[in-house]
C-alpha cells in the first residue's frame, strides 16, 4: 500500500515562529504537492515538486517555501509563521506519467496564534 | 493559470437517487486528466474517479461515472443510486501533463444524502 506520511496531525504555534511540516512518501513517486485547505476555497496549490532540488510555484507561495533534498520527502516551510496560515495542510504524491492516482496524507492542523 | 470552477457549494441528494456534481476547467494544454475525490468527516482524500483527455469513453467506477465534454471542458460526476454514505465534500480536480505537471482543485460540493 502507498503510504504518505505527515509528520505532524496538529500544531499550534506563535505568530513569527519558523514552522515546518514535513512529508513523507515511499512510492519513489516523482512529483509531490502542498496544498492547503480552506472551507469554501477548496484545496490551494502552494508549491509543487517533479524531482529532487526541483520546485514550482502555485498558486498562494507567498509566505511559504519548500525544501526536497531526497526523493521521497517534501518540506513545507512558512519562514514566519501569521495568523492568516491557520489551516489544514495537504501533501500529495504521483508518478509523472499519465493517469496514476494521487495519494495524500492525512493532513496537517495548523493553528497560529 | 488554469482553474477549476465548481459551481454547487452544497447538493441535497435523496437516498437511492441519482445526483450529478458538476465541474468545468479551463486549460489550453492539450494533454491533461480529470479527477474527483470525496473526502469524508474524518478528512482523508479517496479518489474515485480518474478521465484522461484523450480518451475516448467516458470513465465508470462502479455507481460514479464521469459525464465528459471536452468541447464544452466540463466533467461532471453522476453518482447512481445514492447512499447515505456518499455525504461528504466531493472535489475535482485537473493535472496538466508534459512540461507541467501541476494539479489543481475546484472549491468542492457538499453532498447531503437525505434518508
Known amino acids: 500500500d502507498v503510504k504518505v506520511t505527515q509528520s505532524s496531525r496538529y500544531l499550534v504555534k506563535r505568530t513569527g515562529e519558523k514552522v515546518f511540516l514535513e512529508c513523507v512518501q515511499d512510492?519513489?513517486?516523482?512529483?509531490m504537492f502542498w496544498y492547503r485547505q480552506d472551507p469554501g476555497l477548496g484545496l490551494r496549490l502552494i508549491y509543487f515538486?517533479?524531482?529532487?532540488?526541483?520546485?514550482e510555484k502555485g498558486d498562494i507561495p507567498e509566505g511559504y517555501s519548500v525544501s526536497r533534498e531526497k526523493k521521497e520527502r517534501f518540506s513545507l516551510i512558512l519562514e514566519s509563521a501569521s495568523t492568516n496560515q491557520t489551516s489544514m495542510y495537504l501533501c500529495a504524491s504521483t508518478y509523472t506519467t499519465a493517469g496514476n492516482t494521487i495519494y495524500f496524507g492525512e493532513g496537517s492542523w495548523l493553528t497560529v496564534v | 493559470a488554469q482553474k477549476i470552477t465548481q459551481t454547487q457549494p452544497g447538493m441535497f441528494v435523496q437516498e437511492k437517487e441519482a445526483v450529478t456534481l458538476d465541474c468545468t476547467y479551463d486549460?489550453?494544454?492539450?494533454?491533461?486528466?480529470l479527477f474527483w475525490y470525496k473526502q469524508p468527516s474524518s478528512g482523508e482524500m479517496i479518489f474515485l474517479i480518474y478521465?484522461?483527455?484523450?480518451?475516448?469513453q467516458n470513465a465508470t467506477e462502479g455507481r460514479y461515472s464521469l459525464n465528459f465534454q471536452k468541447a464544452r471542458k466540463s466533467a461532471n460526476l453522476v453518482i447512481s443510486a445514492s447512499q447515505l454514505g456518499d455525504s461528504a465534500m466531493y472535489f475535482c480536480a485537473m493535472r496538466r501533463f508534459g512540461n507541467n505537471n501541476d494539479m489543481r482543485f475546484g472549491a468542492g460540493t457538499r453532498l447531503t444524502v437525505k434518508p
Open positions: 486549460t489550453s494544454d492539450p494533454s491533461y486528466g
Open positions: 478521465q484522461g483527455s484523450y480518451d475516448q
Open positions: 515538486s517533479y524531482d529532487v532540488k526541483m520546485k
Open positions: 512510492m519513489d513517486h516523482e512529483n
